[in-house]
């Protein structure tokens, strides 16, 4: 039996005038997102999306995976095709829906009629498909207000699609309709979680992380790049920086106060992640942050650490319980990444004491110490990136 899977799009259907260039995104990101398991052809009609495999051995299963990680999508199914004559449609839905309604114990069938050339109307072809399938399946009842399944059949010009309730889709909008922001990345648990939920708002990733050799290790990063992976599946390809954060880090230690030393360490990877996001032109930065979750992350030091940037940054956790985080990062498939035990350069050189409510003040004062411009530029000069994709 061919099968499709028909997509319906999100909140994008609202956006008026825009509406056209964010389906041509949406469609580009599923043709991408699809690539690797075989040929299709993505078309949209009415509000629908069309996935038509090309080849006859697609796993209609890996798509549909695929398809509920892409943003923009608030629901989608999988659809037989039968040819338009009612006999032909009551056997395709008998067979394709067999396993639903196997388990299910009441169903209605829901019918459109698009084509009317085609000899039924809507409220026939619901009536005849019914009793069909009540012939079949002497178990069923039907139930027109609270279905277990709702059979679907859609007359179209090219066939009749029949089809179960559709699943809930990603959400969000298209990535790439909504700009381009500069993630800090972890090994944690919080960043790759924020990661995700500014790329469901749209805006394409470009991911940075500061690593202290020898202090960290390799395996630590192929950790981020392992997490960036699982970030990939919903926000797409993107560029990932590492920063050598090791010399930073020495003189701080080396030159500043002890309990200083978190904030003081947060405030130049802000300075240097702003850097490499104006390289990249991207219009903000992002971080995991959550209020008083650290003593780097009170209002203080939150404050003193934005006061070093001129960006806007995006803290979309700043609200959030870490119980609320672990159950998203979870979700996403990050959360076991994530508590693998590799050290961090944040962890490194964490202070006995550090100082919760820092000011800006004492802050710069502990800076003039240090070559803040040349400590900058030198890890600008020895950036690295990979592509995750
Ligand atoms: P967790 O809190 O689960 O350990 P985290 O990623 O939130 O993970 P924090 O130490 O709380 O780690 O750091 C706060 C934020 O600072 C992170 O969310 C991240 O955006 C940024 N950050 C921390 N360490 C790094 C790093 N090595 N490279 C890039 N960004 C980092
Ligand atoms: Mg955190």
Redesign the pocket.
């Known amino acids: 039996m061919k099968e499709v899977i028909l997509v319906k799009l999100g909140e994008m259907v609202l956006k008026g005038q825009n509406k056209n260039a964010f389906e041509t995104i949406l469609i580009k990101n599923i043709r991408r997102r699809l690539q690797s398991l075989g040929e299709f052809k993505v078309e949209a009609a009415q509000s629908t999306i069309y996935i038509t495999p090309m080849d006859d051995f697609c796993d209609i299963d890996e798509i549909e995976e695929k398809v509920g990680k892409i943003f923009g999508i608030v629901a989608y199914t999988r659809a037989c095709i039968a040819e338009k004559e009612l006999g032909k449609i009551q056997e395709a839905a008998a067979e394709y829906l067999e396993n639903e309604l196997l388990t299910a114990k009441t169903f209605k069938v829901e019918s459109k009629r698009s084509d009317k050339k085609f000899a039924y109307s809507s409220p026939e072809i619901s009536r005849e498909v019914g009793g069909y399938l009540l012939s079949k399946f002497h178990h069923l009842k039907v139930d027109v207000h609270n279905p277990d399944v709702t059979v679907r059949v859609e007359v179209r010009e090219k066939g009749a699609y029949i089809h179960p309730n559709p699943k809930e889709g990603a959400g969000g909008i298209p990535v790439g309709t909504g700009g381009k922001a500069a993630i800090?990345?972890?090994g944690?648990?919080?960043?790759p979680v924020?990661a995700y939920m500014l790329a469901r708002r749209g805006v394409q990733l470009t991911a940075?992380?500061?690593?202290s050799p020898p202090y960290t290790s390799e395996r630590a990063h192929d950790k981020v790049v392992r997490l960036l992976d699982k970030v990939h599946d919903y926000a797409g390809r993107m560029k990932m920086y590492t920063v050598e954060f090791t010399k930073i880090q020495e003189q701080i230690r080396d030159n500043c106060p002890e309990e200083l030393a978190t904030v003081l360490m947060r405030r130049f990877?802000m300075k240097v992640a702003q850097r490499v996001a104006e390289m990249e032109e991207c219009k903000a930065l992002i971080?995991?942050?959550s209020l008083g979750?650290?003593a780097s992350?009170t209002l203080h030091a939150i404050a003193c650490t934005d006061a070093v940037v001129t960006m806007p940054v995006f803290r979309p956790l700043i609200g959030t319980d870490k119980a609320e985080i672990v159950k998203l990062a979870r979700k996403i498939g990050t959360f076991d990444i994530?508590i693998e035990p590799f050290e961090?350069?944040?962890t490194v050189f964490t202070p006995r004491h550090p100082r919760t409510k820092p000011t800006v003040h004492v802050l710069e004062a502990a800076e003039r110490k240090l070559d803040v411009e040349g400590l900058i530029n030198e890890c600008l000069e020895n950036l690295n990136y990979i592509w995750i994709e």
């Open positions: 800090l990345i972890s944690g648990i919080d960043s924020a940075i992380h500061f690593a990877m971080t995991g942050e979750q650290v992350q994530s961090d350069c944040c």
